[in-house]
């Protein structure tokens, strides 16, 4: 059953516009994290950011922030001022209490325009 | 800063040829992956290990093998290759049972099977 959700396969912005990449997931457990990856072209898996799940506040890693809503059971990455650098595939992830697997959703594919 | 490597960026074989792709990680990471990475389909996990000698079948382990027999490594047995496991393979490794540990992933192998 597929576990996390992206339904961007593609997305464009301009340069040093913000751009929100969505992510939902589907658990359970009272306890799980959240992660983002980046994947540039040439293609080691950068990792950006975590949420867990029973963090009060949304995450932030300079440029990224994690827009949590737990309720709604999504986990989206705001990528503010973006730069030419930020063109990559995106990847959410979640890991569960139960058990040491990751989850990765099908990711997104962001372009910044110059 | 951990380092996860993967014995080969590209890799060729042939139909029936059977396939090793090792992977090494230098920060004493209790738990190690593979996946693979297919376009539209994110990352699938193929087998994950959490101890020496220990492992635990992904989402797609059919036709794949794993071994591990030191901390640090952790193989990739293709036992008879075919067209259908052509794609890239991705290497992780993770400290421990703490859900905001991240995965650290190795630069990844392109395997082409002829």
């Known amino acids: 059953a597929q576990k996390i959700t992206q339904t961007q396969p593609g997305m464009f912005v301009q340069e040093k516009e913000a751009v929100t990449l969505d992510c939902t997931y589907d658990t359970s457990d009272p306890s799980y994290g959240l992660f983002w990856y980046k994947q540039p072209s040439s293609g080691e898996m950068i990792f950006l950011i975590y949420q867990g799940s029973y963090d009060q506040q949304n995450a932030t890693e300079g440029r990224y922030s994690l827009n949590f809503q737990k309720a709604r059971k999504s986990a989206n990455l705001v990528i503010s001022a973006s730069q030419l650098g930020d063109s990559a595939m995106y990847f959410c992830a979640m890991r569960r209490n139960t058990g040491n697997q990751f989850y990765f959703g099908t990711g997104t594919s962001l372009t910044v325009i110059p | 800063d951990v380092k996860v490597t993967q014995s080969s960026r590209y890799l060729v074989k042939r139909t029936g040829e059977k396939v090793f792709l090792e992977c090494v990680q230098d920060m004493d990471h209790e738990n190690m992956f593979w996946y693979r990475q297919d376009p539209g389909l994110g990352l699938r996990l193929i087998y994950f290990?959490?101890?020496?000698?220990?492992?635990e079948k992904g989402d797609i382990p059919e036709g794949y093998s794993v071994s591990r027999e030191k901390k640090e490594r952790f193989s990739l047995i293709l036992e008879s290759a075919s067209t259908n496991q052509t794609s890239m393979y991705l290497c992780?490794?993770?400290?421990?049972?703490?859900?905001?540990?991240?995965?650290?992933f190795g630069p990844g192998t392109r395997l082409t099977v002829l």
């Open positions: 992780a490794s993770s400290l421990g049972q703490d859900l905001y540990n991240e995965q650290f």
């Open positions: 290990s959490y101890d020496v000698k220990m492992k």
